[in-house]
Every structure is written in C-alpha cells, then in structure tokens.
C-alpha cells in the first residue's frame, strides 16, 4: 500500500464530510427541511462527479472518488430518510426518496461519464 495515496484519500474523504455538511445545511436554509432535498443534492451531484471523473480522468478516480466524494455523499443518511418519511405517513416522498434518488442518482452518473469522456477527449 502507498502511505501516501492512503493519506490523500483519509483527507479528501474529510473535505468531503466537511462539503456535505455545508451542502445540506445550504439547500435546507433553501427549501426547509420537510423533504430531505439536501441529501438528494449531495447524492445527485455526487453521482455526476463520480461518473465525470471515471469516465474522464480514471487516474484520480481513487483519491477524488474513494477520497473526496466517498465522504461526500451519503447512501446511508437517504435510506434513513426514506424511513422517517415512512413513519411520518409520508409514503408517496418515501417512495420518491427510495426509487428517485437511485434513477436520478444513475442518470447522474451517466452524464457525468458521458461529460468525462468528452472533456478527455
């Protein structure tokens, strides 16, 4: 193992944390907090970069994907979003939550290779 590749992706998995925190709290003093719409920003944008990056710079793919947006997006907090949502007999957004988040999250990633792939051309 490279000590140094390792610190790299240990840092940049903590800026990540640090941006999805500054992500949430700004799209929640945006829209409010009755729908998680901060984390679906996170995991969208997540999704687009990821696919952006492998599909055009595959060599800073560990770092920027394991790394950076490892910390950043947050599959986790979404599936315990869908959850309280459920229980708050909020169905039809539970719903949302679950099954849009995981098609828009792949039609993110899509366009990001499709972005990747032209900016490398």
């Known amino acids: 193992m490279n000590p140094l590749l390792f610190l790299s992706a240990a840092l940049a998995g903590g800026v990540g944390a640090g941006l999805r925190y500054l992500v949430d709290l700004g799209v929640a003093r945006l829209v409010g907090t009755r729908y998680p719409w901060g984390v679906l920003v996170i995991n969208l944008t997540g999704s687009f970069v990821l696919g952006m990056i492998t599909g055009g710079f595959p060599g800073a793919a560990f ?30 957004a539970a719903a949302f939550n679950a099954v849009g988040m995981l098609l828009l999250g792949i039609l993110a990633a899509v366009g990001g290779l499709a972005l990747g792939a032209a900016l490398a051309g």
């Open 63 to 92: 770092i920027v994907g394991a790394g950076l947006l490892g910390g950043y997006t947050t599959f986790g907090t979404a599936m315990l979003d869908t959850v309280a949502l459920w229980r708050d007999g909020s169905s039809r």
